[in-house]
Structures are given as structure tokens and as C-alpha cells.
């Protein structure tokens, strides 16, 4: 079983639209948890950050964190064809000089 | 959010050849980190730097591999004698620094072994 899976998609929605992305885990260590948004050929951008369980939102935003289901989700609410990039979850078991683990990345188009 | 520049952007390379990747820090931190992304694959961690000395690092980081800080300011790795396989995105990241954690990266530099 992979550390991190995510599915590649491509994922397509039209503007407006409500995007859900999600990511699996299987390391229990896992305590913090990341969104990057990534355009092509370019570095991951942070976009969120959680810390254990519970929920985050961060204006369009929403970070949500399961331990329980070792499950993460990443809500975009009023999708904007902007938001079109690739999208990766990432996760590390502490803090400090710690690896992060990635997923796959889920590639989003919003059409306009 | 820290700043990082990465030089070059791209690089080409013959097999065999060493090549040097730089990362310059635009503000101080303690914590470096290395990532390499093959095209259409996963963002995979290499090595995470911290206080001028090597705290981790995967199976990846052969004994091809090297860090340093030579001059305090700028991160590099060097890839002594670069194969095919080593053609790839290199991202420096910085940050892992309490109590958030977070690591922003750099732009990256292209990598491409002929």
C-alpha cells in the first residue's frame, strides 16, 4: 500500500462549481498535513496547512482532516478558472527537519 | 512567506557530466530541504539540511549526491555524475520551522541529462 495516494483525475468542473480533492493515508505518524497548488512546470505553492484533525478554511478555501479514516479533503467553494493547476497533498509525521510524503497531485480544470 | 530563488532554471547536461544546483534563501532559516519531481510523477523528498549538517535523507541520495552551505547563504547540490534517470524537476524548500511546520518552495530547476 502506497504512504500517500491521491487521485490524478484530471479532474474537470465548471466555474462556480464546488471542488472536493481528497488524499489517503496509511502512516499513522502523520501529524501535518498540506495543500500545494502546483502549475505546470513550476514549484508547489502552499495553500494550506493543517495540523492534526478538524477543519481549516482560508477564504475559498477549506481544509478538512480525518485521523480516524486517514483521510484528507481540500474544498475549493466558488471555483475560478485560476484555480486550473495540479493540486498535491502532502504530509509529514512531525515537525522539525521532517520529509514531507506527497501524494500524486490531482489536475483540475475549471471551465469558465 | 519566505522567498526563495533557485539558479539555473534549466540545465542540460551530457550522462556523466557533474552539475551544481543553487538555492539562495532570501531570509534566514535553519531547515533546507532537496525534492526532485520526474515529469509526470510524485514530488519525492532527497535530503533535509539542518544546522550545516545532512538530518535526513532517502534512498535516492546515493553517494552521487551531495549538499552544502558554502558560503552560509546559498543551499547546493551537486550530482557528481549525473544518468538519464537523473533528468528531473529539483526544488529547494525551506522553512519546518516551529510551531507551524510549513515548507515553501522554490521555483525549481529543470534538469535534463542527454
Known amino acids: 500500500q502506497k504512504e500517500v495516494e491521491q487521485d490524478p483525475g484530471p479532474l474537470s468542473v465548471p466555474e462556480g462549481a464546488i471542488v472536493s480533492l481528497n488524499c489517503t493515508y496509511s502512516n499513522s505518524a502523520f501529524q501535518y498535513f498540506m495543500w500545494y497548488r502546483q502549475y505546470s512546470r513550476k514549484g508547489p505553492e502552499l495553500l494550506m496547512y493543517?495540523?492534526?484533525?478538524g477543519n481549516k478554511e482560508d477564504g475559498r478555501f477549506t481544509a478538512q482532516v480525518d485521523k480516524s479514516s486517514k483521510y484528507i479533503s481540500l474544498f475549493i467553494r466558488d471555483s475560478q478558472p485560476s484555480d486550473s493547476a495540479t493540486y498535491l497533498c502532502?504530509?509529514?509525521?512531525?515537525?522539525?527537519?521532517?520529509?514531507?510524503?506527497f501524494g500524486q497531485g490531482t489536475r483540475l480544470t475549471i471551465n469558465p | 512567506e519566505p522567498e526563495v530563488t533557485q539558479t539555473p532554471s534549466h540545465q542540460v547536461t551530457q550522462m556523466g557530466q557533474e552539475v551544481i544546483l543553487r538555492c539562495v534563501p532570501i531570509s534566514n532559516h535553519l531547515y533546507f530541504y532537496w525534492y526532485r519531481q520526474i515529469l509526470g510523477q510524485k514530488v519525492e523528498f532527497l535530503v533535509s539540511f539542518y544546522n550545516n549538517e545532512i538530518s535526513e535523507k532517502s534512498e535516492i541520495f546515493d553517494d552521487q549526491f551531495s549538499v552544502e552551505r558554502p558560503d552560509g547563504s546559498n543551499f547546493t547540490l551537486k550530482i557528481r555524475s549525473t544518468k538519464l534517470e537523473d533528468s528531473a524537476m529539483y526544488f529547494c524548500a525551506l522553512g519546518g520551522v516551529a510551531p507551524t511546520y510549513e515548507q515553501y518552495f522554490g521555483p525549481g530547476t529543470r534538469l535534463t541529462v542527454t
Open positions: 493543517t495540523y492534526s484533525s
Open positions: 502532502a504530509m509529514s509525521p512531525l515537525g522539525g527537519a521532517q520529509k514531507l510524503v
